[in-house]
């Protein structure tokens, strides 16, 4: 995304990888908008674009229609708890009389910071050589820059490390094959898409080192949603012994839940039924949670 | 498929379930070439349309070419075994001098008669009001006609149960949401198709009874050979609880394999790379095997 006070700019992820098209949003409808059709997805990225939905808000009206903003932007989506932290922030900011435009470009340059940290802390988690494989994209895409899941594989290589992808396909709306596969290729990763029905069965070959992904909602016992595919992912790979990790800045971490038992799933229409866009992959699978305060292992107590 | 004298009719599976277009084989290159181009898929259905393939070398060019047609035929998909079962059948036929066209209506009736077996023996499987998963086609699709998996459901319908399938999409293929989908819908199933992806979330969820799929080869332990993603299938279906069974004639068991391990495996192109088109599921996570000789259950010792 790129921010112009009065315009964010976002890069329209329905239509890549065939075009590149930068989608204007210049009010908090445009924003809104662009959230719930999932031009801009992922849940850090949400929570940016949502951030700059609010300053939009306040530049065309003032405080008053910023806190209408708040409403509008929270109803967009409902699994990825960035979102309505980073809501949370901009609702601080006006009780405050901040700069709220300030603060929405704060919450971006952090949220990079944040992924900068991950790969920092998890880089060590990627060994030399390694064949890695992901679910969905959680990568610059995904946040405000650099990725989480993605990131740990960036700073990995950045640290000297070969390492080779798999992306899963991630059906039903192809984020593996359309996004991760487009983002790392630009980077010069070696990437390779695979059918999400194909997972299990490499794992059991052995050819993968470890297995990373993002998070939209992770509970105080790091249970973690995650898009709809992750939980089978994580169970082939407790079956074959292959490390789980979840990569996510804190603020996907909802405090408010015990359990991953309570967070809420998306459900979203396809084949002329609908098909929960999410699942929760139980802490007892997941080998490490990486966040920008370093790496947390089981029994999980996030806070 | 439909038997003209001089003329094996398939119903072109990479058209389904847009067009319904029959195509007439009048040779036997003709045949290799719609089972290598998987206009005709599903293993019991590539091992009558082979036999129909000798049967139209043996029409065209005498028992010569009949025996010439059986390397032919037998070079064009490498994993269900049921494609070499029919070529040695018909290879025996040519061996005793019998009427060959005739050996391949048999092989061919025998199939359907075979699928209704199989059904009569697993319907006591399905429970009434059950919610049954399956993986890609084993219908009437994949075989002589009725089904070995989706033959049993159709048996236990007809035994006056109510059954509700929910299809994996099977990617990336797609025989799920073509295949399965249109011959339950034409049959007056209900049936929804779901992503891959959602199959550990919904058996988590409780919301299924049983899974069954059919093979493409079982070695002599019961690992089960199906396609690429059934693996997964099964082990979330471990996982939960939730019985998994396998519908296969027979002429699906390769009595020279004492495991799964050695059965060949193909690869398809697929995204500039290439993906296993199968995976082999243990015997441990299989509840049963349906056959028409009777339902196995473990310890296997298939023979």
Request: hydrophobic share 45%; net charge negative.
């Amino acid at each position: 995304m790129r921010w112009d006070p009065g315009c964010l700019w976002l890069l329209d992820q329905l239509r890549l990888p065939r075009e590149e098209i930068w989608v204007p949003c210049r009010d908090e409808q445009a924003v809104a908008e662009a959230i719930r059709t999932m031009q801009v997805r992922g849940a850090p990225a949400i929570g940016c674009a949502a951030a700059f939905g609010v300053a939009l808000a306040w530049r065309a009206g003032g405080a008053a229609r910023a806190r209408a903003s708040l409403e509008l932007l929270a109803g967009t989506r409902p699994t990825a708890v960035n979102l309505f932290w980073a809501l949370a922030e901009m609702r601080r900011a006006l009780d405050a009389g901040d700069d709220v435009e300030a603060r929405a470009l704060a919450i971006w340059r952090d949220d990079i910071d944040r992924c900068l940290a991950i790969g920092r802390h998890g880089a060590a988690l990627v060994g030399d050589g390694a064949t890695v494989l992901t679910h969905c994209n959680a990568g610059a895409l995904a946040t405000g820059g650099y990725g989480t899941a993605l990131g740990v594989l960036r700073a990995a290589r950045e640290a000297g490390k070969s390492v080779r992808v798999l992306a899963d396909e991630t059906r039903p709306f192809d984020q593996g094959a359309r996004l991760t596969a487009w983002e790392l290729q630009r980077d010069g990763f070696d990437v390779e898409v695979i059918p999400d029905n194909a997972a299990a069965w490499i794992l059991k070959s052995g050819r993968v080192q470890l297995a990373i992904v993002g998070a939209d909602r992770i509970s105080k016992n790091g249970d973690a949603a995650n898009k709809i595919g992750t939980y089978g992912v994580a169970l082939a790979c407790h079956e074959h012994g292959v490390p789980f990790y979840v990569a996510a800045p804190f603020s996907t971490i909802d405090l408010d839940l015990a359990s991953g038992d309570a967070i809420p799933i998306e459900e979203r229409p396809w084949e002329g039924g609908r098909y929960p866009a999410f699942d929760v992959t139980p802490a007892r699978l997941i080998t490490a949670i990486v966040t920008e305060r370093g790496v947390f292992r089981p029994p999980y107590d996030l806070r």
